[in-house]
């Protein structure tokens, strides 16, 4: 039986986390759409400022109600960031129940908003039940000051609002942070169309395993097929080495193409690491596999179709060499 989809999409103010629920929600046909920043005005309602100061403040200075801010002397973004979870804390257990009602009744959901915050809310103890995915949004720092400025004039949050900016960009960083030590998806939102689809990537599991040969050299244009032409992901790598009854697998997980292109920099600054690679693509002939996926069939078609018309896809029986 299908499980029902439970999307997660947290962010900062102003890195388009909304604009992108929403699209994700056409294109999975989702119709319930949750904003955390209405179930923490339930949960305000039930629970007084008197008793939870930092849950009536906004997310960005909550850290003002903090008890013993000098332990945070010097360290503004630890005082922003501990601020932010308490205030976060306070919201976490009203989205879990949202979550389990949704489960129990089998509705597809997407929830979005700054509470979602990796580590804090268990995702895993719905994994059985559901579909569920967790993911984190970010932005350069140009981009998301635009836009959160763009935000808070459309919705006329303008002045103090505005002053905010460095608090938000501090969040920003912390639930990139919690999302890499979580093992939570972190993805740049450049552009509606590109995010949609790195997310449907992961979501949809259109995915093949693909026999490559190529060396390290190419290795650089593999990658940008994959991850930025068709916006797919790169689940692991298996290299096959001779002597060895079973192939030498590794998780990479690899789907944000700046990510990919750190990696690409740092073999060609780094010639002992590129070495290191060189050698294990040596040993195995240069034959080894990935696990690809795309945001959808035709997608990955393509994919590989193009893949093999470059001449990186090994045609040839594994089992004869």
Known sequence: MKKPYVILIGSASGIGKSTIASELAKEL?????IETDFIREIVRGIIGPDY???????????YTTLRQKE????NDEGLINAGFEEHASFVIPAIEKVIKRAVDDFDDVVIEGVHLVPGLINIDKFKDKASIHFFILSADEDIHKERFVKRAMKIKRGGKHLEYFKEN????????SQAHKNNVPVINNTEIGCTIKRMLSIIKENCKVIIFKHSVDFLEEVINIILTKYNGRIVDVSYFLPGFSEPLKRKVNIYDPKDAQRFIDMLNSNPKRKNDLER????????HSHKICAPDKQSLDKMINELRKKGFIYEGDLSKR
């Open 71 to 74: 332990k945070f002397e010097e």
């Open 52 to 62: 939870a100061p930092a849950l009536h403040k906004s997310s960005y200075d909550a």
């Open 169 to 176: 960009r501090s969040i920003h960083n912390f639930l990139a």
């Open 280 to 287: 294990l693509y040596n040993l195995s002939d240069n034959i």
């Open 29 to 33: 046909g989702i119709k319930h759409l």
